[in-house]
């Protein structure tokens, strides 16, 4: 498939830029400069000053990701210079240079570039860590090259599509903590489009069984240890919420398990359980879904995905923690055999909860997961789930709701979303939403009305987690997009892979 032949090698040199040998060479410039930097003076001049005409004549001003390919001859052995915009200096963002770097390696893909020549970090701040530019690069251009292309016929005879990209820096101090970075973001973009490959496949390839061989297949791949569930060992363990919410569909529900141990541990249980939504698709069950934008119900697997993705990355990049993914799937499908509204499930806690909405269905088979991972008593518990609708009416898709039990975890996780530039919005929770979901027949029910919805959703789970520290990510909003990112194509996005690693390595 496309995709899979489409490899990026990223490396950092120490060459002097005027020298660089590829076809075509990215400077990343600020808005507003009425001049050519210091750092570029000597290559304009072997340029014949077309850097410093264009910038004259204000045919390129700098806006963040903004792009003017300059065709040069004679004097430097590259053809094109491709000035790319870093935005405002004041103000500016690690995530400026990520978006940068993939405008630069999507605009190169389209010139058939196959080596590429990349400065876009030598203006920054002195104060800059140069660990994060060289990850925030390598993530840029690594996750820019991903697109979901696997069925578009006229793309899958595309054998090549390699790209050589190059990262120059002179100074050799500089080198080496870039080089550490670049690494660390090669890895986790790569994690991250693991995620996205297989959220973006339909849910007539994707089903849980289909899914849970996946992780079996890039469990044997990165060197996880992986055990799968299947619905008879599901219903020994009495696992009573994926079971229902799965039965409605012949592909069977799975409970996936990817391990990483990564130390000798000397406290029993992991030191995180990260616990993501794999719903392969939400019809909504026997309280139907309207058909307007259903399609995009494959998505509903996308925390799922997002932990297949970031073990991957997990494992490759060795961190020395004890991390388990947990992954519930199932489809909810009408049917016959479908659960009910009315019905009430006995859930692996042993908790009871009325049905009132199949559509709620997310909160049915995330109780499970929780509760076993409860079991193992880690430190913490993270889940990811396309959760609810009301959080993409609270939050619109800029941020993902981020709901916790404990003001460091949220500290640690805000802190790491600031680094991968996915945004997390911490909403309230707890008592007074945990009060909607009290039914009179049962523990619980599995909708609180309309009011708060993301933060019933959020209390509802919150009811399985024991006593570790636990954040509940809704990425409803973020998981998929229709709108292109400079780093990021359409489809799934992987939101939340890059985070949880931030997280992990800290
Ligand atoms: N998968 C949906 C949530 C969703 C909605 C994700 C829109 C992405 C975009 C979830 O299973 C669901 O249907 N939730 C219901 C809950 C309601 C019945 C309480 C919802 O949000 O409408
Ligand atoms: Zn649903
Ligand atoms: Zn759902």
């Given at each position: 498939m496309a995709n899979q032949a489409k490899t990026t090698n990223v490396t950092i040199s120490s060459d002097n830029i005027s020298k660089y040998k590829g076809e075509a060479l990215a400077l990343g410039l600020f808005q507003g400069a009425k001049s050519v930097p210091a750092e570029f003076k000597a290559l304009d001049k072997a340029l014949g000053s077309a850097i410093g005409n264009i910038i004259q004549l204000k045919d390129?001003?700098?806006?963040?990701?903004e792009t003017s390919i300059l065709y040069v001859s004679g004097k430097v052995p590259v053809k094109r210079v491709i000035l790319v915009g870093l935005g405002k200096s004041r103000g500016f963002k690690l995530d400026n240079i990520r978006q940068a770097a993939g405008t630069v390696a999507r605009l190169a893909e389209k010139l058939s570039v196959q080596r590429l020549g990349l400065v876009l970090h030598t203006l920054l701040d002195k104060d800059q860590d140069p660990q994060l530019l060289g990850q925030a690069i390598a993530e840029g251009v690594v996750a820019g090259r991903y697109d979901y292309q696997d069925h578009v016929s006229a793309n899958n005879d595309k054998t090549g599509g390699a790209m050589k990209i190059t990262i120059l820096e002179s100074q050799a101090s500089k080198v080496v903590k870039m080089n550490k970075g670049r690494r660390i973001g090669v890895i986790q973009a790569a994690g991250q489009n693991n995620a996205r490959a297989v959220n973006n496949r339909p849910g007539n390839e994707i089903n849980p069984p289909s899914l849970a061989r996946h992780a079996q297949s890039m469990s044997r791949k990165y060197g996880l240890k992986c055990k799968v569930f299947n619905d008879k060992q599901l219903a020994e363990m009495k696992m009573g919420g994926i079971l229902a919410v799965g039965q409605g569909s012949s592909s069977k529900p799975r409970l996936i398990m990817m391990e990483h141990k990564g130390r000798v541990g000397k406290s029993k249980g992991p030191d995180a359980v990260i616990v993501g939504k794999a719903v392969?698709?939400?019809?909504?069950?026997?309280?139907l879904k309207p058909s307007l934008n259903m399609e995009a119900m494959k998505f509903d697997k996308s925390g799922g995905c997002s932990v297949l993705g970031l073990m991957t990355a997990v494992a490759q990049l060795k961190i020395p923690r004890h991390v388990v993914g947990l992954i519930p799937s199932v489809e909810n499908l009408p049917s016959h055999t479908s659960y009910r509204p009315g019905d009430i499930i006995k859930t692996y806690s042993g908790k009871t909860v009325e049905i009132q909405n199949t559509d709620a269905e997310g909160r049915m088979i995330l109780c499970d997961a929780l509760s076993y991972a409860a079991r193992m008593k880690p430190k913490v518990i993270i889940d990811i789930a396309t959760l609810t609708g009301a959080c993409v009416i609270a939050l619109g898709e800029h941020h993902a709701g981020l709901f916790s039990n404990n003001d460091k975890l949220i500290e640690k996780l805000k802190a790491a979303s600031e680094i991968s530039g996915e945004p997390l919005w911490h909403m309230p929770s707890g008592e007074p939403y945990l009060d909607q979901m009290k039914s009179k027949i049962a523990d619980l029910k599995n909708i609180g009305g309309r009011p708060g919805g993301s933060c019933t959703a959020a209390a509802f789970l919150s009811e399985f987690i024991g006593a570790a520290a636990w954040a509940h990510i809704d990425v409803a909003a973020v998981a998929d997009t229709e709108k292109a990112k400079p780093y990021r194509g359409i489809g799934a996005t992987g939101f939340t892979v890059r985070t949880i690693l931030e997280y992990l390595r800290q």
């Amino acid at each position: 498939m496309a995709n899979q032949a489409k490899t990026t090698n990223v490396t950092i040199s120490s060459d002097n830029i005027s020298k660089y040998k590829g076809e075509a060479l990215a400077l990343g410039l600020f808005q507003g400069a009425k001049s050519v930097p210091a750092e570029f003076k000597a290559l304009d001049k072997a340029l014949g000053s077309a850097i410093g005409n264009i910038i004259q004549l204000k045919d390129f001003k700098g806006k963040l990701n903004e792009t003017s390919i300059l065709y040069v001859s004679g004097k430097v052995p590259v053809k094109r210079v491709i000035l790319v915009g870093l935005g405002k200096s004041r103000g500016f963002k690690l995530d400026n240079i990520r978006q940068a770097a993939g405008t630069v390696a999507r605009l190169a893909e389209k010139l058939s570039v196959q080596r590429l020549g990349l400065v876009l970090h030598t203006l920054l701040d002195k104060d800059q860590d140069p660990q994060l530019l060289g990850q925030a690069i390598a993530e840029g251009v690594v996750a820019g090259r991903y697109d979901y292309q696997d069925h578009v016929s006229a793309n899958n005879d595309k054998t090549g599509g390699a790209m050589k990209i190059t990262i120059l820096e002179s100074q050799a101090s500089k080198v080496v903590k870039m080089n550490k970075g670049r690494r660390i973001g090669v890895i986790q973009a790569a994690g991250q489009n693991n995620a996205r490959a297989v959220n973006n496949r339909p849910g007539n390839e994707i089903n849980p069984p289909s899914l849970a061989r996946h992780a079996q297949s890039m469990s044997r791949k990165y060197g996880l240890k992986c055990k799968v569930f299947n619905d008879k060992q599901l219903a020994e363990m009495k696992m009573g919420g994926i079971l229902a919410v799965g039965q409605g569909s012949s592909s069977k529900p799975r409970l996936i398990m990817m391990e990483h141990k990564g130390r000798v541990g000397k406290s029993k249980g992991p030191d995180a359980v990260i616990v993501g939504k794999a719903v392969t698709f939400d019809s909504g069950g026997i309280s139907l879904k309207p058909s307007l934008n259903m399609e995009a119900m494959k998505f509903d697997k996308s925390g799922g995905c997002s932990v297949l993705g970031l073990m991957t990355a997990v494992a490759q990049l060795k961190i020395p923690r004890h991390v388990v993914g947990l992954i519930p799937s199932v489809e909810n499908l009408p049917s016959h055999t479908s659960y009910r509204p009315g019905d009430i499930i006995k859930t692996y806690s042993g908790k009871t909860v009325e049905i009132q909405n199949t559509d709620a269905e997310g909160r049915m088979i995330l109780c499970d997961a929780l509760s076993y991972a409860a079991r193992m008593k880690p430190k913490v518990i993270i889940d990811i789930a396309t959760l609810t609708g009301a959080c993409v009416i609270a939050l619109g898709e800029h941020h993902a709701g981020l709901f916790s039990n404990n003001d460091k975890l949220i500290e640690k996780l805000k802190a790491a979303s600031e680094i991968s530039g996915e945004p997390l919005w911490h909403m309230p929770s707890g008592e007074p939403y945990l009060d909607q979901m009290k039914s009179k027949i049962a523990d619980l029910k599995n909708i609180g009305g309309r009011p708060g919805g993301s933060c019933t959703a959020a209390a509802f789970l919150s009811e399985f987690i024991g006593a570790a520290a636990w954040a509940h990510i809704d990425v409803a909003a973020v998981a998929d997009t229709e709108k292109a990112k400079p780093y990021r194509g359409i489809g799934a996005t992987g939101f939340t892979v890059r985070t949880i690693l931030e997280y992990l390595r800290q």
